[in-house]
């Protein structure tokens, strides 16, 4: 099997995975490390183009975990943080991964910060080096080995 494809069925059983547990990722901690999980995979390249921010918007939006939380507020949480990143990447870096190592004593929720990081990274069919290695990066301030989800 092609590595896309396999990357596409991890991806699919990840998002189920998140759809299961959806009930209990209610707290403000997640909704907060998952927009700043967003918004790092989006400027993981140092830049984000216009329609890049609107089809991060749109899985935002049409995810089935985050509908848990207002999809205005989702939305402004994670324009601040992509603010932070694209006004000065490394600086804004830091802050974001505060921001997500925020649910490292919350297991299920760290893991499905970093879920949400690779459906959104593979989103346009590519999960390209500069996405993989901020989810890595990630996963580092969530406590968890990137090993566990083939980074």
């Not at 707290?27 to 183009?49: E, I, N, Q, Y």
């Not at 999809?71 to 992509?82: G, I, K, V």
């Not at 990447?89 to 970093?114: C, M, N, T």
Request: glycine residues 6%; proline residues 3%.
């Amino acid at each position: 099997m092609p590595l896309w494809d396999r990357f596409k069925e991890s991806a699919q059983t990840m998002q189920a995975q998140l759809n299961a547990k959806k009930n209990d990722l209610k707290s403000g901690a997640f909704r907060d490390a998952s927009m700043a999980m967003c918004a790092l995979v989006a400027a993981a390249d140092g830049s984000v183009d216009p329609a890049e921010r609107q089809r991060v918007a749109a899985l935002i939006a049409s995810n089935e975990v985050l509908q848990n939380f207002p999809a205005m507020d989702l939305q402004r949480r994670f324009d601040d943080y992509l603010g932070k990143l694209t006004a000065d990447f490394d600086f804004g870096k830091v802050s974001v991964l505060q921001e997500i190592a925020k649910v490292q004593k919350k297991p299920a929720e760290a893991r499905a910060v970093i879920q949400i990081g690779i459906v959104i990274g593979g989103a346009d069919g590519t999960f390209d080096k500069t996405e993989q290695g901020v989810v890595r990066e990630a996963c580092y301030a969530v406590g968890l080995n990137p090993a566990e989800f083939d980074l």
